[in-house]
Each structure stands twice: as structure tokens, then as C-alpha cells.
């Protein structure tokens, strides 16, 4: 599917020297921009999950560890 990117001069720079730091095109850099932050979002939810599951479990000895 093609898409229009409108950006500012600034995150163009920005762009253009994420691409050229890669040695990619700056279409593949903005792609792999995409999957990474989809990625790192998907980990914090596991985290998140995980951690709310771990105070559940363990309550009892976290509030005696506070006194």
C-alpha cells in the first residue's frame, strides 16, 4: 500500500542521517523505525503484565518488606 509521509525539514534531517547511520534507504529506515517501536511497545505490555502479576502473587512479603 503506498502512503504519503509529510515531514518537517527537521525530522527529514533526522531521517536522512538515521538512513545514512544504517547504510539504508531512507524508506527501509523509516520501515524498520516502525517495527522497532511496535516491537518495543508489545515487550512493555509483557513487562506490564508481567510485573502486575508478579505484585499480585507476592503482595503479602512486598508489604512486609515495606514495614
Not at 509483557?46 to 515495606?66: M, P
Amino acid at each position: 500500500m503506498a502512503m504519503t509521509l509529510r515531514l518537517t525539514p527537521d525530522d527529514e534531517r533526522v531521517l536522512a542521517q538515521l538512513a545514512e547511520s544504517e547504510g539504508v534507504s531512507r524508506q527501509e529506515a523509516t520501515i524498520r523505525a516502525i517495527h522497532e517501536a511496535a516491537s518495543r511497545r508489545g515487550h512493555e505490555a509483557a513487562v506490564r503484565e508481567a510485573s502486575i502479576k508478579a505484585r499480585s502473587r507476592y503482595a503479602d512479603v512486598l508489604r512486609r518488606l515495606g514495614e
